[in-house]
Protein backbone atom coordinates (compact mmCIF):
# COMPACT_ATOMS: atom_id res chain seq x y z
CA UNK A 1 0.00 0.00 0.00
CA UNK A 2 0.99 3.48 -0.88
CA UNK A 3 1.66 5.70 2.02
CA UNK A 4 1.75 9.00 0.57
CA UNK A 5 1.44 10.69 3.85
CA UNK A 6 4.76 10.07 4.53
CA UNK A 7 6.97 13.20 4.60
CA UNK A 8 10.59 11.37 6.03
CA UNK A 9 12.23 8.56 6.45
CA UNK A 10 15.02 8.63 9.00
CA UNK A 11 17.65 5.87 9.68
CA UNK A 12 18.33 5.74 13.57
CA UNK A 13 18.27 3.32 16.85
CA UNK A 14 18.27 6.54 18.86
CA UNK A 15 14.65 6.89 20.78
CA UNK A 16 15.82 10.60 21.32
CA UNK A 17 14.77 11.44 17.42
CA UNK A 18 11.53 10.58 18.20
CA UNK A 19 9.05 13.31 17.51
CA UNK A 20 5.85 12.84 19.66
CA UNK A 21 2.81 14.23 17.91
CA UNK A 22 4.57 14.39 14.77
CA UNK A 23 3.32 11.18 13.41
CA UNK A 24 6.49 8.97 14.12
CA UNK A 25 6.44 5.28 13.56
CA UNK A 26 9.12 3.05 14.34
CA UNK A 27 9.84 0.78 10.98
CA UNK A 28 11.23 -2.61 11.45
CA UNK A 29 10.09 -5.23 8.57
CA UNK A 30 7.44 -3.08 7.47
CA UNK A 31 4.72 -6.15 6.70
CA UNK A 32 1.84 -4.38 8.84
CA UNK A 33 2.62 -0.46 8.33
CA UNK A 34 2.61 -1.50 4.62
CA UNK A 35 -0.46 -3.11 4.79
CA UNK A 36 -2.74 -0.88 6.77
CA UNK A 37 -1.07 2.70 5.78
CA UNK A 38 -0.76 5.77 6.53
CA UNK A 39 -3.33 5.35 9.47
CA UNK A 40 -2.43 2.06 10.80
CA UNK A 41 -2.10 3.69 14.42
CA UNK A 42 -5.06 5.90 15.15
CA UNK A 43 -6.60 8.72 13.21
CA UNK A 44 -3.85 11.10 12.64
CA UNK A 45 -1.68 9.92 9.11
CA UNK A 46 1.69 9.12 9.52
CA UNK A 47 4.53 11.26 8.34
CA UNK A 48 7.74 9.74 9.57
CA UNK A 49 9.21 6.63 9.62
CA UNK A 50 11.90 5.75 11.88
CA UNK A 51 13.66 2.53 10.12
CA UNK A 52 15.86 0.15 12.25
CA UNK A 53 16.85 -1.57 8.71
CA UNK A 54 20.54 -0.55 9.33
CA UNK A 55 20.63 -1.03 12.58
CA UNK A 56 22.90 -4.20 12.14
CA UNK A 57 21.77 -5.72 15.21
CA UNK A 58 22.68 -9.74 15.80
CA UNK A 59 19.91 -11.31 15.08
CA UNK A 60 20.46 -14.38 17.61
CA UNK A 61 23.08 -14.69 20.06
CA UNK A 62 23.26 -18.05 22.01
CA UNK A 63 24.65 -18.45 25.29
CA UNK A 64 24.44 -21.02 28.11
CA UNK A 65 22.24 -18.31 29.66
CA UNK A 66 19.63 -18.73 26.81
CA UNK A 67 18.31 -17.17 23.74
CA UNK A 68 18.91 -13.23 22.56
CA UNK A 69 16.23 -12.50 20.00
CA UNK A 70 16.95 -9.06 18.60
CA UNK A 71 14.11 -7.10 17.75
CA UNK A 72 14.96 -6.92 13.91
CA UNK A 73 15.39 -10.33 14.02
CA UNK A 74 13.15 -12.19 11.37
CA UNK A 75 10.78 -14.97 11.05
CA UNK A 76 13.05 -16.64 8.50
CA UNK A 77 16.26 -16.12 10.77
CA UNK A 78 13.93 -17.69 13.56
CA UNK A 79 12.85 -21.00 11.92
CA UNK A 80 16.44 -21.35 10.97
CA UNK A 81 17.37 -21.81 14.05
CA UNK A 82 16.41 -24.71 15.58
CA UNK A 83 18.61 -26.72 13.14
CA UNK A 84 21.77 -24.55 13.37
CA UNK A 85 24.78 -25.12 15.00
CA UNK A 86 24.61 -22.63 17.21
CA UNK A 87 22.08 -24.81 19.59
CA UNK A 88 23.36 -28.33 18.84
CA UNK A 89 23.71 -30.33 21.74
CA UNK A 90 22.20 -27.59 24.03
CA UNK A 91 19.44 -29.98 25.36
CA UNK A 92 16.53 -27.67 24.80
CA UNK A 93 13.34 -29.43 24.30
CA UNK A 94 11.54 -25.93 23.65
CA UNK A 95 13.32 -25.34 20.67
CA UNK A 96 10.24 -27.42 19.35
CA UNK A 97 8.44 -24.90 19.76
CA UNK A 98 9.72 -22.33 17.47
CA UNK A 99 9.17 -23.60 13.84
CA UNK A 100 5.00 -24.46 14.82
CA UNK A 101 5.20 -20.77 16.07
CA UNK A 102 6.46 -19.39 12.97
CA UNK A 103 3.96 -21.68 11.00
CA UNK A 104 1.24 -19.79 12.70
CA UNK A 105 1.96 -17.00 11.01
CA UNK A 106 0.44 -18.97 7.73
CA UNK A 107 2.26 -16.18 5.31
CA UNK A 108 4.36 -16.53 2.21
CA UNK A 109 8.15 -16.42 2.16
CA UNK A 110 8.95 -12.49 1.29
CA UNK A 111 6.55 -11.92 4.71
CA UNK A 112 9.07 -14.66 6.30
CA UNK A 113 11.98 -12.48 5.19
CA UNK A 114 10.78 -8.96 6.23
CA UNK A 115 8.56 -9.75 9.41
CA UNK A 116 10.53 -9.57 12.57
CA UNK A 117 10.01 -10.63 15.88
CA UNK A 118 9.96 -6.91 17.63
CA UNK A 119 7.58 -6.13 15.09
CA UNK A 120 5.36 -9.02 15.77
CA UNK A 121 5.33 -8.24 19.48
CA UNK A 122 4.68 -4.43 18.97
CA UNK A 123 1.36 -4.94 16.49
CA UNK A 124 0.20 -6.83 19.57
CA UNK A 125 -2.37 -8.43 16.95
CA UNK A 126 -3.95 -11.51 19.36
CA UNK A 127 -2.93 -13.96 17.30
CA UNK A 128 0.56 -12.66 16.71
CA UNK A 129 2.53 -16.04 17.19
CA UNK A 130 5.62 -14.18 18.01
CA UNK A 131 4.22 -13.15 21.41
CA UNK A 132 2.50 -16.57 21.96
CA UNK A 133 6.19 -17.95 21.42
CA UNK A 134 8.04 -15.55 23.35
CA UNK A 135 5.31 -14.88 26.10
CA UNK A 136 5.24 -18.76 26.79
CA UNK A 137 9.16 -19.19 27.45
CA UNK A 138 9.31 -16.36 29.97
CA UNK A 139 10.52 -13.91 27.57
CA UNK A 140 12.00 -10.78 28.98
CA UNK A 141 11.85 -7.65 26.57
CA UNK A 142 14.15 -5.06 26.58
CA UNK A 143 12.84 -1.58 26.25
CA UNK A 144 15.00 1.90 25.22
CA UNK A 145 13.47 4.79 25.61
CA UNK A 146 14.37 8.79 25.21
CA UNK A 147 17.48 10.21 27.04
CA UNK A 148 19.14 6.49 26.95
CA UNK A 149 16.84 5.08 29.35
CA UNK A 150 16.10 1.31 29.39
CA UNK A 151 14.26 -0.76 31.42
CA UNK A 152 13.23 -4.86 31.20
CA UNK A 153 9.25 -6.33 31.57
CA UNK A 154 7.90 -9.67 30.46
CA UNK A 155 6.86 -10.45 27.21
CA UNK A 156 3.48 -11.45 28.45
CA UNK A 157 2.86 -7.95 30.23
CA UNK A 158 4.38 -5.89 27.38
CA UNK A 159 0.98 -6.88 25.15
CA UNK A 160 -1.73 -5.34 27.27
CA UNK A 161 -4.88 -5.99 24.49
CA UNK A 162 -5.77 -5.97 20.69
CA UNK A 163 -3.46 -3.48 19.44
CA UNK A 164 -1.99 -1.94 22.62
CA UNK A 165 1.62 -2.15 24.15
CA UNK A 166 2.82 -1.02 27.61
CA UNK A 167 5.42 0.85 25.39
CA UNK A 168 5.30 4.84 26.17
CA UNK A 169 5.62 6.83 22.57
CA UNK A 170 8.85 6.83 21.44
CA UNK A 171 9.94 3.55 23.35
CA UNK A 172 11.80 0.99 21.11
CA UNK A 173 12.13 -2.72 22.11
CA UNK A 174 16.03 -3.88 21.43
CA UNK A 175 15.43 -7.35 22.11
CA UNK A 176 13.85 -10.43 24.01
CA UNK A 177 16.04 -12.75 25.88
CA UNK A 178 14.51 -16.36 26.07
CA UNK A 179 16.22 -17.62 29.51
CA UNK A 180 17.78 -21.53 29.39
CA UNK A 181 15.85 -22.81 32.30
CA UNK A 182 12.37 -22.21 30.18
CA UNK A 183 14.04 -23.54 26.95
CA UNK A 184 15.26 -26.55 28.74
CA UNK A 185 11.15 -27.55 30.39
CA UNK A 186 9.07 -30.22 28.02
CA UNK A 187 6.50 -28.35 26.15
CA UNK A 188 3.28 -29.12 24.31
CA UNK A 189 1.37 -26.82 21.86
CA UNK A 190 -1.83 -26.60 20.57
CA UNK A 191 -3.40 -24.56 17.55
CA UNK A 192 -6.93 -23.70 16.14
CA UNK A 193 -8.41 -21.88 13.10
CA UNK A 194 -11.41 -21.99 11.40
CA UNK A 195 -9.99 -22.52 7.98
CA UNK A 196 -7.05 -24.49 6.58
CA UNK A 197 -4.78 -21.32 6.02
CA UNK A 198 -6.51 -18.68 8.74
CA UNK A 199 -5.50 -16.78 11.33
CA UNK A 200 -5.08 -17.98 14.68
CA UNK A 201 -8.20 -18.39 16.88
CA UNK A 202 -6.51 -20.07 19.37
CA UNK A 203 -3.08 -20.85 20.38
CA UNK A 204 -2.12 -22.19 23.68
CA UNK A 205 1.15 -23.49 24.54
CA UNK A 206 2.21 -25.61 27.94
CA UNK A 207 5.65 -25.77 29.81
CA UNK A 208 6.61 -28.45 32.01
CA UNK A 209 9.10 -27.02 34.35
CA UNK A 210 11.36 -29.20 36.64
CA UNK A 211 9.25 -31.93 35.49
CA UNK A 212 6.71 -30.62 37.56
CA UNK A 213 5.50 -27.31 37.31
CA UNK A 214 2.99 -26.61 34.92
CA UNK A 215 3.06 -23.00 32.95
CA UNK A 216 0.18 -22.33 30.32
CA UNK A 217 0.19 -19.42 28.15
CA UNK A 218 -3.15 -18.50 26.18
CA UNK A 219 -2.91 -16.25 23.25
CA UNK A 220 -5.15 -15.39 20.03
CA UNK A 221 -8.18 -16.67 22.21
CA UNK A 222 -7.63 -13.88 23.93
CA UNK A 223 -6.81 -10.21 23.20
CA UNK A 224 -3.49 -10.38 25.23
CA UNK A 225 -1.53 -13.13 26.32
CA UNK A 226 -2.69 -14.84 30.10
CA UNK A 227 -0.49 -17.44 32.42
CA UNK A 228 -1.57 -19.57 34.63
CA UNK A 229 1.21 -21.47 37.07
CA UNK A 230 0.67 -24.58 38.76
CA UNK A 231 3.22 -25.72 41.41
CA UNK A 232 2.37 -29.40 40.02
CA UNK A 233 0.53 -31.18 37.22
CA UNK A 234 -3.02 -29.88 38.20
CA UNK A 235 -6.24 -32.34 37.99
CA UNK A 236 -8.67 -32.12 34.82
CA UNK A 237 -11.02 -29.98 37.70
CA UNK A 238 -8.28 -27.64 38.96
CA UNK A 239 -7.27 -26.50 35.54
CA UNK A 240 -10.23 -25.56 34.25
CA UNK A 241 -11.20 -23.74 37.85
CA UNK A 242 -7.98 -21.56 37.04
CA UNK A 243 -9.06 -20.79 33.39
CA UNK A 244 -12.26 -19.87 35.12
CA UNK A 245 -10.55 -17.40 37.47
CA UNK A 246 -7.81 -16.02 35.03
CA UNK A 247 -9.81 -15.57 31.98
CA UNK A 248 -13.12 -13.34 32.00
CA UNK A 249 -15.34 -13.63 29.28
CA UNK A 250 -14.89 -9.90 28.42
CA UNK A 251 -11.19 -10.97 28.16
CA UNK A 252 -11.98 -13.41 25.06
CA UNK A 253 -10.76 -12.12 21.44
CA UNK A 254 -14.47 -10.96 19.08
CA UNK A 255 -13.74 -11.04 15.43
CA UNK A 256 -14.31 -12.72 11.42
CA UNK A 257 -11.35 -15.62 13.02
CA UNK A 258 -13.75 -16.46 16.01
CA UNK A 259 -16.82 -15.42 18.33
CA UNK A 260 -15.76 -15.26 22.20
CA UNK A 261 -17.79 -18.24 23.07
CA UNK A 262 -16.08 -20.55 20.46
CA UNK A 263 -12.57 -19.67 21.77
CA UNK A 264 -13.00 -20.07 25.44
CA UNK A 265 -14.73 -23.56 24.26
CA UNK A 266 -11.53 -24.58 22.76
CA UNK A 267 -9.16 -22.84 24.95
CA UNK A 268 -10.77 -25.37 27.42
CA UNK A 269 -10.39 -28.49 26.05
CA UNK A 270 -6.75 -27.53 24.14
CA UNK A 271 -5.57 -26.44 27.59
CA UNK A 272 -7.06 -29.76 28.43
CA UNK A 273 -4.97 -31.37 25.78
CA UNK A 274 -1.88 -30.01 26.81
CA UNK A 275 -2.31 -31.09 30.44
CA UNK A 276 -3.18 -34.57 29.58
CA UNK A 277 0.33 -34.85 27.32
CA UNK A 278 2.41 -33.47 29.89
CA UNK A 279 0.93 -35.61 32.44
CA UNK A 280 1.60 -38.71 29.90
CA UNK A 281 5.21 -40.44 29.94
CA UNK A 282 7.17 -38.65 27.88
CA UNK A 283 6.61 -39.64 24.05
CA UNK A 284 3.56 -41.32 24.91
CA UNK A 285 0.69 -40.81 22.12
CA UNK A 286 -1.23 -37.71 21.85
CA UNK A 287 -4.43 -36.81 22.97
CA UNK A 288 -6.59 -35.45 19.90
CA UNK A 289 -9.83 -33.09 19.95
CA UNK A 290 -12.40 -34.38 17.61
CA UNK A 291 -14.64 -32.70 15.44
CA UNK A 292 -14.77 -30.42 12.09
CA UNK A 293 -11.99 -27.65 14.00
CA UNK A 294 -8.95 -26.98 11.42
CA UNK A 295 -6.22 -28.04 12.38
CA UNK A 296 -6.31 -30.17 15.36
CA UNK A 297 -2.88 -29.01 16.07
CA UNK A 298 0.28 -29.02 14.18
CA UNK A 299 2.02 -32.38 14.02
CA UNK A 300 5.19 -33.76 15.84
CA UNK A 301 7.14 -34.09 13.15
CA UNK A 302 6.57 -30.45 12.46
CA UNK A 303 7.26 -29.40 15.76
CA UNK A 304 10.86 -31.44 15.66
CA UNK A 305 11.23 -29.55 11.99
CA UNK A 306 11.53 -33.12 10.49
Avoid at 270 to 284: N, V
Wanted: with cysteine; proline share 7%.
Amino acid sequence: MDMNSIEAVVRTTDPADWRDGDGDAWLAGGTVLFSYGSYAFGPEPLKRLLDLGSAGWTPVAVTGEGIELAATCTVAELYALPESQEVAGRGWPALALFRPCCDSFVASFKVWNMSTVGGNICTALPAGPMTSLCAALDGVATVHGPGGTSRTLPVASLVTGDGTTALAPGELLRSVHLPASALASRVAFRRLSLSNLGRSGVLLIGRLDGGTALVLTVTAATKRPVQLRFRHLPEPAELAAALDDAVSDELYHDDVHGLPAWRKDMTYRLAEEIRAELAAPEGAPDVHISGDFWPPRIPRSRQEGA
